[in-house]
């Protein structure tokens, strides 16, 4: 079992940055594939992030590939996203989800755990 509390999101003005952090429960974080994805009001929920087990190896979204870094501190069970020169188009409820995959992936289908949500809102 993986409980995952994120934080870190707030109001921002376009152009800004942000850093998510998303602080996870169990002895077995290091095993999980970590994920970030974003709902925004009325749209259906978008992956955005994803990082490997050992943290070699990850994958964007294109809406954010060059913006976005994710990263993870398997000594603190902790997994980031450092968001820069963020847009309008950003403001979402973003989720943390750990997988049992060792490999990261952009499926929502194959995460199993998340967390509640931060709300990040970027004003113009």
């Known amino acids: 079992q993986v409980q995952l509390v994120e934080s870190g999101g707030g109001l921002v003005q376009s152009g800004g940055s942000l850093r998510l952090s998303c602080a996870a429960s169990?002895?077995?974080?290091?095993?999980?594939?970590m994920g970030w994805f974003r709902q925004a009001p009325g749209k259906e929920r978008e992956f955005v992030a994803t990082?490997?087990?050992?943290?070699?190896?990850?994958s964007y979204a294109d809406s954010v590939k060059g913006r976005f870094t994710i990263s993870r501190d398997n000594a603190k069970n902790t997994v980031y996203l450092q968001m820069n020169s963020l847009n309008l188009e950003d403001t979402a409820v973003y989720y943390c989800?750990?997988?049992?995959?060792?490999?990261?992936?952009?499926?929502?289908?194959?995460?199993?755990?998340w967390g509640q949500g931060t709300q990040v809102t970027v004003s113009s």
């Open positions: 169990g002895r077995t974080f290091s095993s999980h594939a």
């Open positions: 989800a750990a997988s049992i995959l060792y490999t990261g992936t952009r499926y929502s289908a194959e995460y199993d755990y």
């Open positions: 990082i490997g087990w050992s943290g070699g190896s990850t």
